[in-house]
């Protein structure tokens, strides 16, 4: 799936990576639970779990100019386990890893 329209002209992906540590792997998260280092926003919002199906709905909430700035990655998308190798394991017929 491209996401850009370069991407989609030239008929090529490429691959993006955001890593968010969340407190628990089932349920609802609240933006606000989301540990963020030291002199970065918090996150406002929300990501919610279940099964193999993750809906990320998070925000910057910048107190300063009073604005709610959406994350890019915000969207719907299937989990995949990883293999120990740290990526995903695609060797499992029906695993992937999309945004839906």
């Given at each position: 799936?491209?996401?850009?329209?370069?991407?989609?002209?030239?008929?090529?992906?490429?691959?993006?990576?955001?890593?968010?540590?969340?407190?628990?792997?089932?349920?609802?998260?609240?933006?606000?639970?989301?540990?963020?280092?030291?002199?970065?926003?918090r996150y406002a919002g929300r990501v919610v779990l279940t099964g193999r199906r993750m809906n990320v709905d998070l925000y910057y909430d910048?107190?300063?100019?009073?604005?709610?700035?959406?994350?890019?990655?915000?969207?719907?998308?299937?989990?995949?386990?990883?293999?120990?190798?740290?990526?995903?394991?695609?060797?499992?017929?029906?695993?992937?890893?999309?945004?839906?």
């Amino acid at each position: 799936m491209a996401h850009d329209p370069v991407s989609a002209v030239l008929g090529r992906t490429y691959e993006e990576t955001l890593t968010i540590e969340l407190p628990r792997i089932e349920g609802v998260v609240d933006g606000g639970e989301i540990p963020v280092r030291p002199g970065h926003l918090r996150y406002a919002g929300r990501v919610v779990l279940t099964g193999r199906r993750m809906n990320v709905d998070l925000y910057y909430d910048d107190h300063t100019d009073h604005t709610r700035v959406p994350l890019a990655w915000n969207g719907e998308y299937t989990l995949d386990q990883k293999s120990t190798s740290g990526t995903p394991d695609r060797s499992r017929p029906g695993d992937s890893v999309s945004e839906q």
